[in-house]
Structure formats: C-alpha cells, structure tokens
C-alpha cells in the first residue's frame, strides 16, 4: 500500500508540473522583451501597405460640373459644396435640393377683359449621389421631383377621400379621352465620366446638364421648375488655360425601345407629336489669360429630320404641303440651323472678376446661318404668279439671324455695383419672304447667372431673346449682415416693328392662325402690332416699336449656412405696340380685302390693360 501511495503522488507532482510548464510556455514569451532581427527583410516584406483612394472632391470640393443641378447664391453653392457632412464614406457623396418658390403673375398679357391672375406654389426636390471611386471614373446620378402644391391627382370617385377634393376632376376616370401632364418625377442627371484618356481628354456620356458661359445659348434653364437636361455625350480636353469641348445630344427623338420602353415623342404612340428627330452637336471652347482675360469661341448646330408627307386616303396621293409645295414624299426637308459666336469677358475667375479688380464687362455676338427645311415661292415673277402651287420656282428658306449682347458694370468697395446691359436680338421684317431673321433661341434663355441672374429682360420672363433690343440699367448693394439688394430697369423694344413679341418659350405672341392667311387679327390673344408679310397697305394700326418696361426689385440672402431665401418684386408697363394692338379700332379683313371695324373695340372687349406685376418668394436649402 505504501508503493500505491507513493506512485499516486508522483503523478500527481507531475500532473501538477505539467500545468505549470504549460503556462510558462504560453505567457512568458509575452512578458519578455522581443529581439530586434538582425537579419535583412525581404522586398515583400519591405513594400508598403497601399493607403484606399479618397475622392479629391471630399477636400478640394465638389467640382462645379457635378454641382449643375442647383441655382442658388454663390456662398451657399460653396458651402455646399465643401460640406465633408454628406460623404458617406471616401468615395460616395450623396446631397439635398430643396426650393419651394411662391409665384404671382397678374396681367402680363396686358388685356383688360382677362387679367390672368396667377397665384401658384411650386416646388424643386432633388436628391443625388456622386461616385468617385478612381482617378479614372466618375458618376452622379440626381433624382429630382417637380410639381404644383396641390397638383396631384385627387382620390378616384368611391373612394371616401374624394370629398376633399370635390372640386376637381377625376383625373383616372374610365374611358378618359383627354391627356394630362402629370407633377414629374425622374431623373434629372445620369452620366458617367472617364477620365485621363490620351491628350488627357475625358469622355462624359449619359444624362448631362450642360452650362456654358452666361448660359445665353445653353445652360440648365434651372430658374424654371424642372430645368433642362441634355441626353448625349461630350469629349473634353480641360488644360490650365483654355478649353476645348466637342458637345452631341439628343433633345428629342421619335424612335421608341423594347420590352415596353417607349419615346414619348413617338408619333405611332402619341399623336400630338409632330416633331422630328433632333441633333444638338458643335464645339464650345475656352482661352484664358489668367486675371485678365477670357474669349469662349462656339459653333452650334440644331439638325432636324425631314417629314413625310402625309397620303390623301381617297386620292392615294401626297397631300400639298405649304412649306414645300413641289415635294412628293416630304412636307418639309432637313431644317440645319448653324449658330456660330464669341463671348468676351474679364470675368475669368469662374465667371466671377479675380480679387483686386472693380470693373466687369462682357462682349458676346452670335450669328446663325442654314436652312430651316421650308421651300417657299421663288421671288421670279412672283406679281404674276401669286398662286405658290402654280410656281415651279422655290427655293430654301435661309436662317440670317443674329445676337449681340453687352454687359458692364463697377463694383464700389466690394458692395455696390452699378451696372447696364444692351441685348440685340434680330428680328424680321418680312416673315413672308426666303429669309428667317429672327434669331432663334437654342435651349436658353431662361434666366441669367449669379451675380446678375435676371440679365435676360427681366424676373416676369415674359419675353424671350428674339425681335428684341432691350436696354437696362442696374444697381445692387451686398450688406454684411442682410443679403443683397438689387434694382433693375429694363427697356424691352422691338428690333424690327413688323415682327411679334415672342414669349420665353419662343413662340410668337399671336394667334394660331397668324400667318400668310390672316397676317392681322385682333383678338383676345397675347400680342402686338405687328405686319407679316410688311405690306403697310393692309396695316389697320400704327406699328409701336416698345412692348414694355420693367422695373424689378429683388433681395437674396442666407438664413444659415444651408438655406438661403429669395424675394422679388417687378413691375411692368405696357408699351405703344400693346396699346395701339389693344386699342385698335379697324381691322383688316384679308378675305374682302377691305377694312371694317373692330368688333372687340365696340364692345369695350380686350382693350389695354397696361399694368402688370410678378412677384416671387423662395426657400433655397442645399446640402
């Protein structure tokens, strides 16, 4: 027994030392002091752990050709811009754009019978996101919400919600025959950018919004509620003191896709399409001494197909097209409109003057050329032959319209600036003749640029850059603490007397029936005085040269570093073009040849009303 006692406790000795051994074999290594190797580490070992790509924009900012969805003051665009509270992480930054705006419009077709009072809410929402993941590739994608306060559908009848909505239409009803644009919601910019190709070229491709200059022949258009977007692709070649950009989209296309993915512009689809598939393409180009100068040199074209001519179902044959009365399969050929220009100025510091300087002036002229797809009556023995379709002579209807605009202004210690601008914008003596004078508005404008963002003619946009010489003046004074105050004076004449007032849609203000057929109405219509085919034999009214003036005051100015509010006020006043159109009391009458007498101007209808007013309020929050 005592053997058996002895052999237990050496094994428990042993159990016991084995625990022991076990633990110095696990922490003693780590209370003790490591040596240093001595011998040399290998180039594996040696190579440094590559650090993850950050996006240059999360410290530089964003840069201003991801920042074009926005139109707000500069100080809040750079804090927006500069924000590190938005980025997600290095390479994904996402942002907020917020503008509800408050709009009243009275009067602005100047007629006494129909003020047309608007009084309307409408709203900007827009979320986007920026991918920055390498030096060579870039992408936003921005999704916007425009729309009327209370312009959504209202609640289908049956439904008991539809009591608060008694007063307005079922927008669904069954069997519905009459279309209605809908509040849109979709995405405003979808592009992709691939950077340092060769000549360190990059190449955007997608959904785009495209901002050149004073954004006079494109630009955002981001004044108006759902602004412009460009559907195309543009090389560029961005050195450190000039620029070269070659630009193509497709602003309207009729063909549509597959698996139900449809153009709205398809006339198989929708039969209030009457367009044709449309080109945007040229070059638009920058040189830049710094701190001095800047001259951007463009050339532009608008390419529009050719329309079939429709077929006479009980005849089989073409149908007789006005704007080409010899064509057998087409109503009217490829309309090609060149608009080549320069743009001068000394603000060379992101279209702003460069720190030291006080006095900014800019110089830009465009002129157009090309062929808008009419042919019309040849000249040749026109007296004799006054029927066009018995003429076998016509030729091409030619674009010869031009623009010239020049702005100035001085900025008293950095504060108040007193400013003047003169916009001419061809117009068209003779709108019945082989030649198109007046100059053809592209995508803009809209509105102006900050810091002189109504340079158009004025924050009513009730005219358009077309028949237009417009002369203003203006001061502003930027206050430390109160935002901005601004007054301008604007003097809006006809270039050419026979031609009409165009709106900023760059329509004529006329009536639909305006044209070779009835050159004179009268009407309740928008308009002015005005002479088609500039035959003064038939005029019933003394042609005016003022469609108006305008006086605007607005103010801007930031709440906090995210939100910024915006107010205007602008007064207008009609000119002798509306007021000898209003009070006319003749009118001629193209059938009898004759002149009888106004029935609106006995009746006491649509005479002159001569004073109109606009005025806004906006809430800008960006982030």
Do not use: C
């Amino acid at each position: 027994m005592v053997f058996h006692k002895k052999k237990r406790r050496n094994i428990m000795n042993i159990s016991k030392g084995y625990f022991y051994f076990l633990l110095l074999a696990v922490f003693l290594p780590l209370t003790m002091p490591r040596a240093e190797p001595t011998d040399s580490p290998s180039p594996e070992e040696t190579k440094p752990i590559a650090k993850s790509y950050v996006s240059p924009m999360k410290e530089k900012g964003i840069d201003p050709e991801f920042n074009r969805h926005m139109f707000v003051e500069p100080e809040l665009s750079k804090h927006s811009a500069n924000s590190q509270q938005f980025w997600l992480n290095d390479i994904l930054r996402f942002g907020l754009y917020l503008r509800p705006r408050q709009e009243s419009r009275y009067n602005l077709d100047f007629n006494a019978s129909d003020k047309g009072y608007i009084d309307r809410t409408i709203q900007t929402s827009s979320i986007y996101f920026i991918f920055d993941p390498s030096p060579y590739v870039q992408a936003k994608v921005t999704l916007q919400d425009a729309r009327v306060w209370g312009g959504e559908s209202p609640a289908s009848s049956g439904d008991i919600r539809a009591n608060f909505f008694n007063n307005t239409a079922d927008l669904y009803s069954k069997n519905q025959t009459n279309a209605v644009s809908l509040n849109q919601t979709g995405i405003r910019e979808a592009f992709v950018t691939i950077n340092q190709l060769p000549l360190h070229s990059k190449f955007q491709v997608g959904r785009q919004i495209w901002a050149y200059g004073d954004q006079r022949i494109i630009g955002g258009g981001n004044w108006t509620v759902n602004g412009l977007s460009f559907d195309g692709a543009r090389l560029m070649f961005n050195y450190d003191n000039f620029k070269i950009h070659f630009l193509m989209a497709r602003p309207y296309w009729t063909q549509s896709g597959t698996n139900g993915v449809v153009s709205a512009n398809d006339p198989k689809l929708n039969s209030a399409a009457t367009g044709t598939d449309t080109t945007l393409l040229g070059t638009y180009n920058s040189f830049t001494i710094p701190d001095w100068v800047t001259l951007d040199l463009y050339s532009l074209g608008v390419v529009r197909k050719w329309k079939k001519n429709p077929i006479n179902p009980i005849t089989g044959l073409p149908t007789s097209s006005n704007d080409d009365p010899l064509a057998a399969n087409r109503s009217r050929q490829n309309q090609n409109l060149i608009t080549t220009g320069f743009r001068l100025t000394n603000r060379t510091k992101g279209n702003f003057l460069p720190e030291g300087k006080s006095w900014d002036f800019t110089l830009e002229s465009a002129f157009q050329t090309g062929t808008s797809g009419r042919r019309i009556q040849d000249p040749y023995l026109k007296e004799y032959l006054p029927n066009e379709y018995d003429n076998v002579r016509t030729e091409r209807e030619k674009y010869t319209g031009q623009m010239h605009v020049f702005q100035t202004g001085y900025t008293f210690f950095k504060k108040l600036r007193l400013g003047g601008q003169v916009l001419y914008a061809s117009g068209d003596k003779n709108r019945a003749d082989a030649s198109i004078s007046t100059f053809q508005t592209l995508a803009n404008p809209r509105f102006g640029v900050i810091p002189y963002f109504n340079s158009v003619a004025g924050i009513s946009e009730n005219i358009n850059a077309q028949n237009l010489y417009s002369k203003s003046v203006s001061i502003s004074y930027k206050t430390d603490s109160f935002g901005e105050f601004q007054v301008t004076y604007f003097q809006n004449d006809k270039a050419e007397k026979q031609d009409a007032w165009y709106a900023i849609s760059g329509s004529a203000n006329s009536t639909s029936s305006l044209g070779e057929k009835n050159p004179y109405p009268v009407s309740s219509d928008k308009g002015s005085t005005e002479n088609y085919s500039n035959n003064s034999y038939s005029s019933p009214y003394a042609l005016g040269k003022r469609i108006y003036t305008e006086v605007d005051l607005t103010w801007h100015g930031q709440i906090n570093d995210f939100v910024s509010l915006w107010m205007g006020f602008g007064y207008l006043n009609a000119g002798d073009s509306v007021r000898n159109y209003r009070n006319s009391k003749i009118q001629y009458n193209v059938t009898t040849q004759s002149f009888e007498w106004n029935q609106n101007y006995i009746q006491g209808k649509n005479q002159l009303a001569r004073d109109a007013y606009m005025a806004y309020a906006q809430i800008n929050a960006a982030f």
